[in-house]
Nanobody
Framework: VQLQASGGGLVQAGESLRLSCKASGINFSISAMSWYRQAPGKQRELVATITSSGSTNYIDSVEGRFTISRDNARRTVSLQMSSLKPEDTAVYYC?????????WGQGTQVTVSS
């Protein structure tokens, strides 16, 4: 299983970024996919999840600003982040639970300057 994340970077507050994660080695179309993030000195937290049927969930702090989506043909899950805030600064990780364990991408840094 491999989850290859991309799209992080440095932006100013109020700007947007789009993260993508390409999956291989899993039955992608039936797998729920998630994005987590970990800020310095803090625990990793679940940001958003999309189920195989396309249902989505978000943590309160990103609701209305972030959108998770999936493209089963491309085996890709994306996170569109808008109206970014300095508190969104973190390493973002793509995640799936498959064959009884969690799988993680390598992480991509998102830095939002004020």
């Amino acid at each position: 299983v491999q989850l290859q994340a991309s799209g992080g970077g440095l932006v100013q507050a109020g700007e947007s970024l789009r993260l993508s994660c390409k999956a291989s080695g899993i039955n992608f179309s039936i797998s729920a996919m998630s994005w987590y993030r970990q800020a310095p000195g803090k625990q990793r937290e679940l940001v958003a999840t999309i189920t195989s049927s396309g249902s989505t969930n978000y943590i309160d702090s990103v609701e209305g600003r972030f959108t998770i989506s999936r493209d089963n043909a491309r085996r890709t899950v994306s996170l569109q982040m808008s109206s970014l805030k300095p508190e969104d600064t973190a390493v973002y990780y793509c995640n799936t639970f498959y064959k009884l364990r969690d799988w993680w991408g390598q992480g991509t840094q998102v830095t939002v300057s004020s």
